[in-house]
């Protein structure tokens, strides 16, 4: 089973700052890595798919980068509605496997 | 538009058998690519996968709980159900639905619609 390690656990940061949030895979993924942004009572939302292809509606200062072990997402400028927690998901090997999360907060 | 709702008992008993139903609209499973997915979140922590269905009824399970998981669809009633046996305090979490990702002829394992879940506890 593929271990998606997050990192870090929380990102304390002020709106209009950029965030940055790790992802590493316990082995190669390729580029079939997702991230979803999820907030406190609602499902996740798919925010990027396939490591940089944002998924329908999500706004742009939403990218994603990265291939085989290591990804990146980076939130350019945070706005208020960013402050969330974050998952990433690989679908290179079964079973598909999510990270632990990334909690961005209000600093 | 695509939509998925989680359905079925709120609380279970240890040992007792769950059954999730999952009722969706705006798309068939009887279209190639299509397959919906089965996730859930015990309170406070991560996601977990647990079962994937496609179109083809071809499906995948977590291998560990694959002894313990059954997901079958009905095309006719736009429905998809997962079961679980011997559920036990551990298995406590909100279970989630969702709609694998298709874009035109291409799709794969991302879930890009969600129900809203369904807490489930499991307490005697």
């Known amino acids: 089973e593929i271990v998606l390690t997050q990192s870090p656990a929380t990102l304390s940061l002020s709106p209009g700052e950029r965030g940055t949030l790790s992802c590493r895979a316990s082995q190669s993924v390729s580029s079939y890595l997702a991230w979803y942004q999820q907030k406190p009572g609602q499902a996740p939302r798919l925010l990027i798919y396939d490591a940089f292809n944002r998924a329908t509606g999500i706004p742009a200062r939403f990218s994603g980068s990265g291939s085989g072990t290591d990804f990146t997402l980076t939130i350019s400028s945070l706005e208020p509605e960013d402050f969330a927690v974050y998952y990433c998901?690989?679908?290179?090997?079964?079973?598909?496997?999510f990270g632990q999360g990334t909690k961005v907060e209000i600093k | 538009q695509i939509t998925l709702k989680e359905s079925g008992p709120t609380l279970v008993k240890p040992t007792q058998t769950l059954t999730l139903t999952c009722t969706f609209s705006g798309f068939s499973l009887s279209t190639s690519g299509v397959g919906v997915g089965w996730i859930r979140q015990p309170p406070g922590k991560a996601l977990e996968w647990l079962a994937v269905i496609y179109w083809n009824d071809y499906k995948n399970y977590s291998p560990s709980l694959k002894s313990r998981l059954t997901i079958t669809k009905d095309t006719s009633k736009n429905q998809v159900v997962l079961s679980m046996t011997n559920m036990d305090p551990v298995d406590t979490a909100t279970y989630y639905c969702?709609?694998?990702?298709?874009?035109?002829?291409?799709?794969?394992?991302?879930?890009?619609?969600w129900g809203q879940g369904t807490l489930v506890t499991v307490s005697s």
């Open positions: 998901q690989q679908r290179s090997n079964w079973p598909l496997t």
């Open positions: 969702a709609h694998r990702l298709t874009i035109s002829e291409w799709s794969a394992n991302w879930f890009d619609v």
